[in-house]
């Protein structure tokens, strides 16, 4: 059995002009500490900070500009891929399937599916930001009538449990897409994967986005655009400290680098400064040295093969990738191997 019953989260009603309100599953997942996780990162030596502080409104904002940049590719060839493949991809989804989406967000890519799938039973967005659950069922709700949406606000890397649709549904499919995978380190990947696998019964369906190896040239674009966007979206962390640490960091001290590293299949992002000179953040001197790198974020690219190895141990078995037409990007289509567990 799926591990739907009631939700473990404290449930609540979302308000929407459409339908009336929509049941929310509320886990309260705790709010960045962004003030405890930058400054433990800037003491680590060397200083390494976690990929998810980027994500204020801004930097929001400033990811979805670098989604429309020609040179990154992965969305682009993402959505390529879906829209290629629609057809067969609905039909593995199966009638009266639930689809689980962990990292929402807007929920751009989510139309596309439920245009195809037939008679989905519901929809559970789960995202830590009840705002965008809020527009993504505001938006969604009353078009795909009967369609049940049933928004978590969860931390999806914690434990959580799905929430119960009102009719019996199908296959459970869970939509992983973007290539986020591919900020995981692959041991935390492997974790987040047997995670997923224990919301899902034996036959449930992942269908995951992952970004594959090509040229360093090509990555380098995609990583140091020519605008300038993904510079100002690493940039970004520093000017988010100020605002919301009083913070001083001089911005023009610090430069944008992004390195694709072979050995390890990916790329490193890094705020590189340029001198030696001391920041106050939050009442603490910290010292940054010349040419001293803080790491902001991996991101992985794989071989089709060495993703399916790690999946496979994780408890998934794949069962069928598509790529776009340069092989830049897969998706991916695992079925759950393993009875789950309630985490
Ligand atoms: C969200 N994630 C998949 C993006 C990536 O490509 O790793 C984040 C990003 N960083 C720089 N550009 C885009």
Redesign the pocket.
Known sequence: MAVYGNPAGRGCFLKTEVCGEIRLSDFEPTPDNFKAEFIAGLKRRPKILP?KL?YDEHGSRL?DQ??QLDE?Y?TRAETETLRNNITEIAALCGPGCVLVEPGSGSSSKTRLLLDHLERPVAYVPIDISQAHLFSAAQTLNGDYFPLEILPVCADYTQPLTLPTPARKPGRTVVFFL???I??FEPWQAAIFLRRIANWCKPGDGLFIGV?LQKSRELLHM??NDAKGI?AA??LNLLQRANAELGADFVLERFRHE?IYDEAHSR?E?RLVSRCQHQVVVAGEQLEFGEGERITT???YKYRIETFHELAAAAGWQPERTWTDKERWFSVNYFTSKQKGDST
Do not use: P, Q, R, V
């Open positions: 990929c980027f990811f670098i989604c990154y992965l973007g290539s986020t591919g900020n970004d995609a990583y993904t979206f690493n992004a790329i992002m974020e991996y991101s």
